[in-house]
């Protein structure tokens, strides 16, 4: 309890001086965002699965929280976060999770972070708690707060502690491998996606589209002897395909090394193939693109622009043209309006998000 | 004017003046057709209430725009008027959101209902608010796609109504509710300016205001359009039927199938009052002397479908099912289902009328709730029915009142807060998906604390500022929640129950 007192107590010290603070579960994001402002508050110390209850599919934690520790604590009651996270390093944290809101290869198929939010405490800007949403799965009771808190990167207050909804892990599971091109690969995901069949992640990637399916097992046997009849494909060996489907989620696959800046590019599915210099490797059924490449922040923006999209900067040394697509002016009314509302001082990561607020 | 916002126009029954009413129908007709502006009493009072007809209220004026542009100049109008705007659907809402402000205008979103594109490849459809909810899916489904949620007023209600109530349905535990079913909202803002929520895009930039926007009841932006996801229709679906001797041991069983790994396309629950209630009039062969009944539905390939049910059976067995019944054809598993689709009009006839709840609670504590319930019958002299979303902890006891009888309804209303209470008491929620309105403001005092309160307002702030839309709504004001307190009876004990009263 006392390592949220402290939190609350920082919180009320920056407020009454004006000082901005800069929140950080175990800086495994770090490398997210726009710039790093203020003095350090770790959130670290205030960890702990508050209650997990595996019948109730709901596990509720302490934003200090190592994800490794509640992931460990999931897969003992065969159960998991389906969304995936990325830990993107040693003691990532649950708070961090939250406040990145990012997903991995089972997001098409499963939700989001924010899908599986159930509900957040946060540490407002006069260093109270504030409890929104709940524990359980239906809750419409005032607005949905806690879901706003996902992917806010900490800049309305500090998320203390979150419920989760989780879900059993799969019966059975298999990853295949098909020789396509892109184009093709984007009509195919697209079409497969329109059918009952157990597609739980996809990675196109230099003429290669790896597909995983999980379920029943009936399920799963059923898709992949499909699979390997119509198009030919491979099944990958269950340690290569783990081995696979992480270096994916955690970036550690050879695709995302080298010095080039990496895009992430958020689109419609059925958005056609990218004609952008670099290299490019096709996740969430064509929804999401990874794109390394050298060309300038405005060249990548219209492409994606044009097809109804967003581009991140989301490694890249220079950030000076703005880490995130500029919003459209009423959007951007009302973010700055929940900033002055929720944080009238602006002690909250100022700068992250945008550089304005 | 510099009252603040929460507390304009916070008053939902201060009438206003034949004047001021002039002057409105005036400005609005001059942007309107004539037929689209109604303000005569026999014209306005279809509006007075939403599903929720225990709250009535006549509008000033009620407009019905055709285009998202007249939306905008209605709310250009209502904001330089200071007018408050209730939007609204198809009125099938069950907590009075909808129902009307008497100096206000009611901005219905009928006649904005087409299907403005549908793409199958994409699993997209663009709708328009009016568009019924059922529609969609009746358009998907040449491509084999439908539209998840289904709420059971889902031949009627709308799809700007679900998207302002975040509503659910049978199926949500698989597939989640409106806001994990819709890309994109397109609204217009209380200055007329129009405002795009989330993209066809899984991920859009910035704050998540499409998560804020769903489930907001109408306070935020004013929805003239909507991308919705389409699903794939699973090939097959059956569902499995098993009696209880004992209700809690029918929710232990809902745990268990959980606890197995599986998650039912839907899992539903009703005690033995509902089943006496509908067998009547669905003859769907309930057990009737079961105390419970659970139905656990499994979807997808036959496959999948034939491996699930096999584990639902034991499972079920295992944990005391009295009878088991697999339905063994389409036509069957409509008839299992009949009863729980027919709960609330088979309500409405053993009853002159009912009160529908909708608290939510942790599944584990199902029992203790139905125990509470019973001991409620008792003190307010009303029967409940209760029929469960079991999967998701989401009750909604049916309180039997007779309205002609202004006693009983005050009962009944009483019974439904205490409820309420009870849920937040085991760590749940006063309501799963009917929403707040008008009918659960004073519930919402018991959920959030006085500061979280005012985080709610802050966000009502940053939309709109004047505090034009649906005022008086989901959120209570501090000095309501005083008064609330004040007077409020928790557990069958006044505060202070020791001070002589009346």
């Known amino acids: 309890m006392s390592a949220l007192v402290e939190i609350c107590d920082r919180v009320r010290e920056a407020a009454a001086h004006g000082r901005a603070l800069r929140i950080r579960g175990a800086g495994t994001k770090d490398f997210y965002g726009q710039a790093l402002d203020g003095e350090l508050l770790d959130t670290g110390a205030y960890s702990g699965i508050v209650a997990f209850e595996p019948t109730e599919l709901v596990v509720t934690a302490r934003c200090g929280t190592p994800l490794s520790e509640l992931e460990a604590a999931l897969a003992h009651e065969r159960q998991m976060l389906a969304f995936e996270p990325p830990a993107f390093g040693e003691g990532a944290t649950v708070g961090g999770m939250v406040a990145a809101g990012l997903s991995g290869p089972r997001r098409a198929a499963a939700g989001s972070v924010r899908d599986f939010l159930l509900g957040a405490a946060m540490v407002d800007a006069s260093g109270q708690l504030n409890r929104f949403g709940g524990q359980v799965m239906k809750n419409v009771a005032g607005y949905d707060v806690s879901r706003l808190l996902c992917g806010s990167l900490g800049v309305l207050g500090v998320i203390a502690e979150v419920s989760l909804k989780v879900l059993p892990v799969p019966a059975a599971q298999a990853t295949l491998s098909i020789t396509m091109s892109e184009a093709d690969a984007l009509r195919c995901l697209n079409e497969w996606a329109g059918q009952p069949l157990p597609i739980t992640a996809s990675a196109w990637h230099a003429s290669t589209l790896r597909l995983r399916m999980s379920g029943a097992a009936a399920a799963v046997q059923t898709a992949r002897d499909r699979f390997v009849k119509a198009y030919g494909a491979a099944e990958v060996a269950p340690d290569a395909a783990d081995a696979y489907w992480s270096g994916v989620r955690e970036q550690t696959d050879e695709f995302f090394a080298g010095e080039e800046p990496l895009w992430r590019l958020s689109l419609p599915s059925v958005a056609p193939a990218l004609v952008a210099p670099g290299r490019q490797l096709v996740e969430w059924g064509g929804a999401l693109r990874w794109l390394k490449t050298t060309s300038g922040a405005t060249e990548v923006r219209a492409a994606v622009r044009g097809v109804g999209g967003s581009a991140t900067l989301f490694r890249g040394a220079d950030k000076s043209a703005g880490v995130f697509e500029p919003l459209a002016a009423p959007v951007a009314a009302v973010h700055r309006r929940l900033k002055q509302q929720f944080d009238p001082k602006g002690i909250f990561n100022p700068g992250r998000m945008y550089p304005e607020f | ?502």
């Open chain 2, 1 to 502: 004017m510099n009252a603040p916002q929460e507390l304009r126009h916070a008053d939902i029954t201060a009438a206003a003046t034949p004047q001021r009413q002039s002057e409105v129908v005036a400005r609005l007709r001059a942007v309107l057709d004539p037929h689209c502006v109604l303000f005569r009493e026999e014209e306005t009072r279809p509006y007075e209430c939403d599903g929720l007809s225990a709250f009535r209220q006549l509008p000033m004026v009620v407009v019905l725009p055709e285009t998202e542009a007249q939306v905008q100049q209605v709310l250009r109008i209502c904001r330089d008027l200071d007018v408050p705007v209730v939007a609204r659907g198809a009125g099938t809402g069950l907590s009075g959101g909808a129902m009307p402000h008497a100096s206000g205008v009611v901005l219905s979103l009928a006649k904005l209902n087409r299907i403005l594109s549908l793409d199958p490849l994409a699993r997209i459809a663009r709708v328009q608010p009016g568009v019924r909810n059922l529609a969609i899916s009746e358009a998907a489904a040449p491509f084999g796609l439908y539209y998840a949620p289904d709420p059971s007023s889902q031949i009627a209600c709308t799809i700007g109504g679900n998207v302002a109530e975040n509503s659910g349905g049978v199926h949500c535990l698989k597939y989640g509710l409106t806001v994990h079913n819709v890309l994109r909202v397109r609204a217009v803002t209380i200055d007329g300016e129009i405002i795009e929520f989330g993209s066809e895009a899984l991920d859009s930039p910035g704050l998540d205001l499409l998560a804020l926007m769903i489930g907001s009841e109408g306070m935020l932006a004013v929805m003239t359009e909507a991308t919705v996801k389409l699903m794939p229709k699973p090939q097959l679906a059956q569902v499995v039927m098993a009696s209880f001797d004992d209700v809690k041991r029918a929710g232990d069983a809902v745990a268990t199938i959980i606890a197995e790994g599986i998650i039912p396309a839907g899992l539903e629950m009703m005690d033995q009052k509902t089943t006496r209630a509908v067998e009547p009039f669905v003859k769907a062969g309930y057990d009737l002397d079961a105390q419970a009944i659970l139905l656990a539905e499994s979807d997808g390939t036959p496959e999948e479908v034939a491996e699930e049910i096999a584990s639902i059976e034991r499972v079920l067995r295992d944990a005391g099912a009295t009878a088991i019944k697999v339905s063994g054809s389409e036509a069957e598993r409509l008839r299992f289902w009949s009863g729980r689709k027919n709960a609330f009009p088979a309500a409405g006839r053993i009853s002159p009328d009912y009160y529908c709840m909708d608290g939510t609670i942790p599944r584990k504590n199902l029992g203790q709730m139905l125990v509470a319930i019973e001991e409620m019958e008792h003190r307010y002299a009303l029967r409940c029915m209760n029929v469960f979303h079991a999967g998701d902890g989401n009750l909604h006891p049916l309180i039997l009142f007779d309205a002609n009888d202004p006693d009983e309804w005050r009962r009944a209303e009483d019974f439904g807060a205490e409820i309420l209470e009870k849920c937040v008491e085991f760590g749940g929620t006063v309501t799963g998906e009917h929403g707040v309105g008008i009918e659960k403001i004073n519930s919402m005092c018991i959920q959030f604390s006085d500061r979280e309160r005012e985080a709610f307002f802050a966000v009502k702030r940053a939309f709109d500022a004047p505090g034009l839309l649906n005022p008086g709504k989901a959120i209570p004001t501090l000095s309501r929640c005083a008064e609330y307190g004040k007077m409020h009876v928790h557990g069958g004990k006044l505060p202070f129950s020791d001070l002589p009263r009346f």
